[in-house]
Each structure stands twice: as structure tokens, then as C-alpha cells.
């Protein structure tokens, strides 16, 4: 969104394709580090995008892009899902990112009775729930973890490390719950249940130890996968996480196919609302400066 409100502050006729608005953010619950807000709901912020994004009557079609083809004039025809063909001088891809899964035996079979990977969308259905597992130790998990003590009895922390990748504050917020049990150097071996979710089987990846837990859910939040396939398609450098090589002014490989945010192979590490703004902001600087050569040279 950033992107587009950019593009349309250069005067560039601009549409927004996309089938999730807000990527990421649209999983979260309360946002606390965007500056201006101390705190605000993750969805109210997404409004206010999509209000200032509105200010400039920029198209937004719900869809997705699912290949795109140079002409011979050198601009780029579109092709979405549901079969609009677009003409543009530029692209910039910013699909962002998809939850890893676990991969694991009853993780497939379980989605939608117990096992999740957004707890803000399904917190609430553990209302009084004796215990729910969440398995990750960056921000997203102790994010989860912390809205599942608002609702389950007990909320089990599962890690792989004896350390968190989470800020130091979403760390001691979820201990300071006193509701939250800390499984660490343990993997997840097996989602079990019937009709639902009862439970999992984790191994200690130190002592080899095979230990059950029941659980009436499971959150897995740990990390994210480039969503990159219109990439691929089109012959863009990835990295070998997979994520689109771009360079400081968000360009790629291609000519007038830029990108930004979370599928860019910039701080992988540290993918952050501001970051994928400002990400977002140069794209649509580089690809008015793309435009505007172009024009110069013909």
C-alpha cells in the first residue's frame, strides 16, 4: 500500500492487485511499534491505510497476479487469476510472505480442528481451553502466546532453542502472564487427535527425550516463506531462501520489475511494517525514475 500511495504522489497511473490487504499485519492483533501509534489494533491500522490509499483513487482489484509477458514495446501485460489482462510500463511485486509450515505428520489433516497459524483469527475459539500449544520462539509466537493467556487456561511455548529470536519486551510481557510454559531445544514430532487436535509429540534435540502434551490446539508461527511464484515466472533473481534479490533502490534483475517488502531478500531477519513501507516507498520511487527515462529515450 505504501507503493501505491508513492506511485499515485508521482502522478503514476496506478492499480492495486492483491487478495489480502495488509499482508502480514492482517494476522496480527495489537500493534505497538509503527511511529504515531503506541498501540493500535492491527485491522484499524490496515484501515487507515486503505483510507489515506482511497485519497487518491487508486483502483484496487482483488485478485492475483498470475503471470506477466514483455511486448514488444517493452511494457509488461498482466495476467490475473481471474483473467483481467493489464498493461503497465512497471511492476513492483510485493506479494510478501506465506507461513511456513511444520511439515510434520497431522499438521495437514488437523488445519481448521485445532491447529492454526493465525491466532488472531482463532484465538477465540480456545475460550477455556486447558491448554494450547504455540510452536516458535520469534515475535509472531510470543505475540500468540500472549493473546491465547487471554483465553485458553494454559498456553504452552514450544522451541527448538534454549534462546528467542522475539524482542526482549513480547518475551517478558508473555512471562510476566504466568500462564505460559516453556518447552525449549524441542521439535515437534507429531500433531495427534480425532475429530480434533489432542495433542502433540515433541523429541529434545539434546537428550533425544520423546515427550506427549496434550493441547486442545496448535499455533505454529514459525517464520515465513517468499510468496514468489509471479517472480519465478518471470525470470527474477531469488537468493536460496528463495526470497527476490533486489538492490538498495528495490530493482531487480529485470528491467521494470522492481519489488519490496517482504519478499526481498533485504533483512530477512528483521521484517517489520516500517521497513516493508519504506521498502515500498523507494520501489515507487525507482520505478517513476524507470518511467520517466523511458519516456526520455523514445
Same mark, same amino acid.
Given at each position: 500500500?505504501?507503493?501505491?500511495?508513492?506511485?499515485?504522489?508521482?502522478?503514476?497511473?496506478?492499480?492495486?492487485?492483491?487478495?489480502?490487504?495488509?499482508?502480514?499485519?492482517?494476522?496480527?492483533?495489537?500493534?505497538?511499534?509503527?511511529?504515531?501509534?503506541?498501540?493500535?489494533?492491527?485491522?484499524?491500522?490496515?484501515?487507515?491505510?486503505?483510507?489515506?490509499?482511497?485519497?487518491?483513487?487508486?483502483?484496487?482489484?482483488?485478485?492475483?497476479?498470475?503471470?506477466?509477458?514483455?511486448?514488444?514495446?517493452?511494457?509488461?501485460?498482466?495476467?490475473?487469476?481471474? #483473467?483481467?489482462?493489464?498493461?503497465? *510500463? =512497471?511492476?513492483?511485486?510485493?506479494?510478501? !510472505? /506465506?507461513?511456513?509450515? +511444520?511439515?510434520?505428520?497431522?499438521?495437514?489433516?488437523?488445519?481448521?480442528?485445532?491447529?492454526?497459524?493465525?491466532?488472531?483469527?482463532?484465538?477465540?475459539?480456545?475460550?477455556?481451553?486447558?491448554?494450547?500449544?504455540?510452536?516458535?520462539? #520469534?515475535?509472531?509466537?510470543?505475540? *500468540? =502466546?500472549?493473546?491465547?493467556?487471554?483465553? !485458553? /487456561?494454559?498456553?504452552? +511455548?514450544?522451541?527448538?532453542?534454549?534462546?528467542?529470536?522475539?524482542?526482549?519486551?513480547?518475551?517478558?510481557?508473555?512471562?510476566?502472564?504466568?500462564?505460559?510454559?516453556?518447552?525449549?531445544?524441542?521439535?515437534?514430532?507429531?500433531?495427534? #487427535?480425532?475429530?480434533?487436535?489432542?495433542?502433540?509429540?515433541?523429541?529434545?534435540?539434546?537428550?533425544?527425550?520423546?515427550?506427549?502434551?496434550?493441547?486442545?490446539?496448535?499455533?505454529?508461527?514459525?517464520?515465513?516463506?517468499?510468496?514468489?511464484?509471479?517472480?519465478?515466472?518471470?525470470?527474477?533473481?531469488?537468493?536460496?531462501?528463495?526470497?527476490?534479490?533486489?538492490?538498495?533502490?528495490?530493482?531487480?534483475?529485470?528491467?521494470?520489475?522492481?519489488?519490496?517488502?517482504?519478499?526481498?531478500?533485504?533483512?530477512?531477519?528483521?521484517?517489520?511494517?516500517?521497513?516493508?513501507?519504506?521498502?515500498?516507498?523507494?520501489?515507487?520511487?525507482?520505478?517513476?525514475?524507470?518511467?520517466?527515462?523511458?519516456?526520455?529515450?523514445?
Amino acid at each position: 500500500m505504501a507503493a501505491g500511495i508513492y506511485c499515485a504522489r508521482y502522478m503514476l497511473s496506478t492499480v492495486l492487485i492483491g487478495d489480502v490487504l495488509g499482508g502480514q499485519v492482517s494476522k496480527a492483533n495489537i500493534v505497538e511499534n509503527y511511529p504515531g501509534f503506541a498501540s493500535i489494533k492491527a485491522s484499524e491500522l490496515i484501515d487507515r491505510f486503505t483510507s489515506h490509499l482511497s485519497r487518491y483513487n487508486i483502483p484496487i482489484i482483488n485478485d492475483r497476479v498470475d503471470n506477466a509477458v514483455r511486448k514488444d514495446n517493452g511494457d509488461l501485460e498482466l495476467t490475473t487469476r481471474k #483473467g483481467y489482462k493489464i498493461r503497465s *510500463s =512497471a511492476l513492483i511485486i510485493a506479494t510478501g !510472505a /506465506k507461513d511456513k509450515e +511444520l511439515g510434520v505428520p497431522g499438521e495437514k489433516e488437523f488445519v481448521g480442528r485445532g491447529v492454526s497459524y493465525c491466532s488472531t483469527c482463532d484465538a477465540a475459539f480456545f475460550y477455556g481451553a486447558n491448554n494450547v500449544v504455540v510452536v516458535g520462539g #520469534g515475535d509472531t509466537a510470543f505475540e *500468540s =502466546a500472549y493473546l491465547l493467556t487471554q483465553y !485458553a /487456561k494454559k498456553v504452552t +511455548l514450544v522451541h527448538r532453542r534454549s534462546e528467542f529470536r522475539a524482542q526482549p519486551i513480547l518475551v517478558q510481557r508473555v512471562r510476566e502472564t504466568g500462564k505460559v510454559e516453556f518447552v525449549l531445544n524441542a521439535v515437534v514430532k507429531e500433531i495427534y #487427535g480425532d475429530e480434533k487436535v489432542k495433542g502433540i509429540i515433541v523429541q529434545n534435540v539434546v537428550t533425544g527425550e520423546i515427550t506427549n502434551i496434550p493441547a486442545e490446539g496448535v499455533f505454529i508461527n514459525i517464520g515465513y516463506e517468499p510468496e514468489n511464484e509471479l517472480a519465478k515466472k518471470l525470470g527474477v533473481n531469488l537468493d536460496e531462501k528463495g526470497y527476490i534479490v533486489v538492490s538498495p533502490y528495490m530493482e531487480t534483475n529485470i528491467d521494470g520489475v522492481f519489488a519490496a517488502g517482504d519478499v526481498t531478500n533485504l533483512w530477512v531477519n528483521f521484517k517489520q511494517i516500517i521497513t516493508s513501507a519504506a521498502q515500498g516507498a523507494i520501489a515507487a520511487y525507482s520505478a517513476y525514475r524507470y518511467i520517466m527515462n523511458k519516456k526520455k529515450d523514445k
